[in-house]
């Protein structure tokens, strides 16, 4: 059933969480009757396409898995969520079902630890399925539930990836491949190979064409790092001086190679430096040496981490992930953090689908301080596998406008879901593992530092 929002909130006013009167005929004040009891928990793991995408940790399988959360209440109203894949995560998710069952979805903070015990991508899912079923009920906007919106529209930045061609030979025969494609015509994609500065360069003004983008998000620790310099020589002068940098090594640099390649690239309109090495220490020491801006997803990425940053100085912008961080409440704490350490926030991203990518939006729509473009997968799902229903979640100028429905403004579609389940029953794949598929491409590959 799919509702606008005008229809929730005709149904809802006064009807699903009707408050209780607070100034009755007695005089008396009574608290709010609204309870939306969680009556169960359906957990669907599923494996979507993935393309030959290289990183540090080397190559994406021919899937990418996450699992699908979906939160009954007594209320009728589903709430929906998206966990990291992997079994390890179902089996949490699977867990977490004594905890959640019987509890009201709208005082989800009173089960937050117990989840967050399973671990955080757990609590995350659930956490964002409790915020869709109360925003539902209210027939608000997620983002409204949470303090929002403080902005309509999200800015997101083209995640460039060196890659293979959906088709290279070595793909086709992946031992975890359950599906039809083939090569040419029944390729995944047409991307091709991308493993030159010139092929990237062309692979960022793709995107920049289709999708608008301003800000161009270099995936490094790829090739050699003179190689990479020379990639975002070539993407500056393909896409103008107007156009923001960005590459990402996943600290696959020493310090020294770290140093001498960031001070060439500061030429470049580079608007930061991802974590080109590792450890608070040498990201503070790269900092001073090169002057540049420097964002991570991996020298701080729990609370415990923020001490030594605040003391050491390794950041200018962080970026932030509810997947990880504590859900919508973790992301929306930084932003105090973040502005008395004077650094500005971002959004890390792993592959997701459109529930993820509806999250993403109403989450940077509650963050004052997420004045960064934030990181998405979402342009390299394949066409037509997204597990929502209708077209995807629409990119225009480089942006995504919060979804006008109630709750994250998404739905599931049901087909889609029961395929992407199957093709996880079908497929060996359990969890990510990127360096196995690398060493079969580009046999003798390490992966150690440059
Ligand atoms: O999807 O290959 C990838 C990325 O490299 C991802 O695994 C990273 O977590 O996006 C990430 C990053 O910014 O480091
Ligand atoms: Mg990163």
């Given at each position: ?41 359906t ?19 021919p899937?990418?898995l996450?699992?699908?959360?979906e939160l009954?209440t007594?209320?009728?109203i589903?709430?929906?969520g ?5 079994q390890?995560v ?5 867990k ?9 979805a ?49 800015e ?38 991308v493993r030159?500065?010139?092929a ?7 995107f ?10 270099l ?20 896409l ?47 900092r ?24 050491l ?14 859900g919508?409440a ?53 066409e ?10 629409t ?10 429905g ?18 996880y ?7 990510r593992d ?10 003798g ?6």
């Amino acid at each position: 059933m799919s509702m606008n929002r005008r229809e929730w909130l005709g149904m809802t006013a006064g009807g699903i969480l009707g408050l209780g009167s607070f100034g009755s005929a007695e005089g008396r004040v009574e608290g709010p009757k609204s309870r939306l009891t969680i009556t169960e928990l359906t957990i669907t793991p599923i494996a979507l396409p993935d393309p030959p995408l290289l990183n540090v940790a080397g190559c994406h399988g021919p899937y990418f898995l996450r699992n699908i959360v979906e939160l009954k209440t007594d209320a009728g109203i589903i709430g929906l969520g998206e966990a990291p894949g992997g079994q390890s995560v179902t089996a949490g998710l699977e867990k977490a079902r004594r905890i959640v069952v019987g509890q009201n979805a709208m005082a989800y903070r009173r089960f937050a630890h117990d989840l967050q015990s399973l671990g955080m991508g757990i609590y995350a899912g659930i956490e964002v399925a409790c915020l869709d079923a109360a925003a539902r009920a209210s027939g608000r906007r997620l983002c409204e539930m949470v303090g929002g919106p403080v902005r309509e529209s999200v800015e997101f930045a083209a995640y460039l990836f060196y890659r293979y061609a959906a088709d290279h030979p070595v793909i086709l025969s992946d031992p975890h491949l359950a599906d039809a494609r083939g090569s040419g015509e029944k390729a995944l994609d047409d991307w091709g190979e991308v493993r030159t500065p010139e092929a990237m360069a062309g692979e960022a003004a793709r995107f920049r064409d289709r999708w608008g983008f301003r800000v161009f998000k270099l995936k490094g620790g790829v090739l050699s790092p003179e190689a990479e310099r020379d990639t975002l020589f070539a993407m500056a002068d393909r896409l103008g001086s107007k156009a923001k940098l960005r590459i990402d090594p996943n600290g696959r640099w020493k310090t020294s190679t770290a140093i001498r390649i960031g001070k060439e690239i500061a030429k470049l309109p580079m608007e930061y430096y991802e974590d080109p090495v590792r450890g608070q220490e040498a990201m503070a020491e790269v900092r001073e040496a090169t002057g540049l801006k420097m964002s991570t997803n991996m020298c701080v990425t729990r609370f415990e981490h923020l001490a030594g940053a605040l003391r050491l100085h390794p950041i200018d912008v962080l970026l932030v992930d509810h997947h990880y961080f504590g859900g919508f409440a973790g992301c929306q704490a930084l932003g105090p953090v973040a502005r008395a350490a004077r650094w500005t926030l971002s959004q890390h991203s792993n592959n997701h689908t459109g529930i993820s990518m509806a999250a993403m939006i109403h989450l940077a729509a509650s963050i004052p301080e997420l004045t960064c473009a934030s990181d998405t997968h979402y342009p390299w799902l394949a066409e037509g596998f997204d597990v929502i229903e209708g077209n995807p979640l629409t990119i225009r100028d480089g942006s995504m406008a919060v979804p006008t429905g109630p709750g994250l403004g998404v739905t599931l579609d049901r087909d889609r879901l029961a395929r992407a389940h199957e093709v996880y029953n079908k497929t060996s794949m359990r969890r990510r593992d990127d360096a196995t598929l690398m060493k079969r491409l580009e046999p003798g590959w390490t992966g150690g530092l440059l």
